[in-house]
């Protein structure tokens, strides 16, 4: 299996989801996942985030807030919407990923919850949409102000290993509170849920990237992802808390002490602009994680290869 960094698009089409972790694994904590939302209008309407995301470096793409029964993507030239999630991957040469989110009705709340579509949230239907649908992984996991709880987390793996198989990958995990009042800041995850997670059937385990959550510190989140480690997982450690729209220091900054505590995926959000990070920012990022060799290789090159 060649390591994720030197995959080309047509290495990804072959990959199972267990061989894209291997794949993952064998880069040695120098792989870029970049969040983007499809339903907002992208920064520039001549390409959609996606695009414009995979040009800047990343590797993977992760769409958020996107409606497995209702999908759009903005800028997309496509007329059915069956066929958006082959279209990425034809544009961007990537294996594009989808967050879905296990609302648990019964969280104590922080603040309003918002009211999300059935499409989004992780039930056993929306799961067996997203598989239809093509997404090469899955990422369980709450946005702000949605209710997502560890507990719920649990469930919804349990649910989608059941519905996508021993093959498919699965990411979990929270990158802040998600508006739930006990499981904030350092709190948002523990050496016992990053096992519970890995038991019920996540490849790799979500948590806060150092410096983005109070509380969230180096030695903490390295003790975490030793435990990861240990299980059999991986770990992607997150900006979820718009500092993806900090400036380029802040980036490095968090990129190396991501790296620093065993980080096999770094993840940057989606909230720099409008459903993208800034640009520059997943470019530096992806820099200081594994240089300008890596990082300018993977822009250039073509999703035809």
């Known amino acids: 299996m060649k390591r994720l960094l030197d995959c080309a698009a047509s290495d990804f089409r072959r990959m199972t989801g267990k061989q894209l972790k291997q794949s993952i694994q064998a880069s040695e904590g120098r792989v870029m996942v970049a969040e983007v939302i499809g339903e ?5 309407p001549a390409v959609t985030n996606a695009e414009l995301a995979a040009a800047f470096g990343a590797d993977l793409l992760l769409l958020n807030r996107f409606d497995v029964f209702r999908p759009v993507v903005n800028s997309l030239d496509v007329n059915e919407p069956d066929q958006i999630v082959e279209r990425l991957k034809q544009l961007t040469g990537r294996p594009i990923g989808v967050n879905l989110e296990p609302v648990d009705p019964n969280a104590k709340r922080i603040e309003h919850f918002a009211s999300l579509p059935s499409g989004r949230m992780a039930t056993e239907e ?3 949409e997203a598989k239809r649908l093509g997404f090469d992984f899955v990422c369980l996991t709450g946005n702000p102000k949605t209710g997502v709880t560890n ?3 649990v469930t919804a793996l349990e649910t989608a290993r059941s519905v996508l198989g021993e093959d498919a990958l699965i990411i979990a995990g929270k990158m802040h509170a998600a508006g739930v009042a006990n499981e904030t800041g350092g709190n948002i995850i523990s050496e016992e849920i990053v096992v519970r997670f890995i038991r019920a059937g996540a490849d790799i385990v979500l948590m806060p990237a150092p410096g983005t959550v109070p509380g969230v510190t180096l030695d903490k989140t390295e003790q975490l992802v030793r435990v990861a480690h240990e ?3 991986l770990v992607m450690l997150t ?3 718009s500092q993806e729209g900090a400036d380029e220091s802040t980036i490095r900054q968090i990129a190396l ?3 620093m505590t065993g980080a096999d995926l770094h993840h940057i959000g989606d909230a720099g602009y409008h459903g993208i990070a800034v640009p520059e920012n997943i470019m530096a990022y992806s820099i200081a994680i594994r240089g300008r060799r ?3 290789i993977r822009m250039a090159r073509s999703p035809l290869r």
């Open 239 to 241: 900006i979820g808390t």
């Open 40 to 44: 907002f209008a992208p920064l520039y």
């Open 257 to 259: 002490a991501s790296k």
């Open 126 to 128: 929306s799961l067996q």
């Open 151 to 153: 507990d719920e987390i």
């Open 294 to 296: 890596h990082t300018y």
């Open 231 to 233: 299980h059999g997982a």
